[in-house]
């Protein structure tokens, strides 16, 4: 069964950092791409950053870009999501997403097949 699992969150100052991963369950390349989607108490889901393994192009909300950087490590299977500068309203819980739709077009929620149950990421001081 394919699964993904994700890891990392927890409770951080603002300023601070965390990394994310996100394991997938046989092999990363099996998706065409793998996704993280955060959604906030109150408010809609939304994407995060993405990641796509036929050119390992990647893609950021505006929100996030130059604070924050996915990867992926092949070999482990593992994605990962570099959060910096971490801001109250990053808080969230995080969700790890995977597609293997060849025409996915991020950011839709919809698109994406597989998800992962989610860590939570607090920001505060």
């Known amino acids: 069964q394919l699964q993904l699992v994700e890891s990392g969150g927890g409770l951080v100052q603002p300023g601070g950092s965390l990394r994310l991963a996100c394991a997938v369950s046989g092999s990363i390349l099996d998706y065409y791409d793998i996704g993280w989607f955060r959604q906030a108490p109150g408010k809609e889901r939304e994407g995060v950053s993405c990641?796509?393994?036929?050119?390992?192009?990647?893609k950021y909300a505006d929100s996030v870009k130059g604070r924050f950087t996915i990867s992926r490590d092949i070999a482990k299977n593992t994605v990962y999501l570099q959060m910096n500068s971490l801001r109250p309203e990053d808080t969230a819980i995080y969700y790890c997403?995977?597609?293997?739709?060849?025409?996915?077009?991020?950011?839709?929620?919809?698109?994406?097949?597989?998800w992962g149950k989610g860590t939570l990421v607090t920001v505060s001081s």
């Open positions: 990641i796509s393994n036929d050119d390992g192009n990647t």
């Open positions: 997403t995977a597609t293997k739709w060849p025409r996915y077009v991020w950011p839709d929620a919809l698109g994406m097949e597989i």
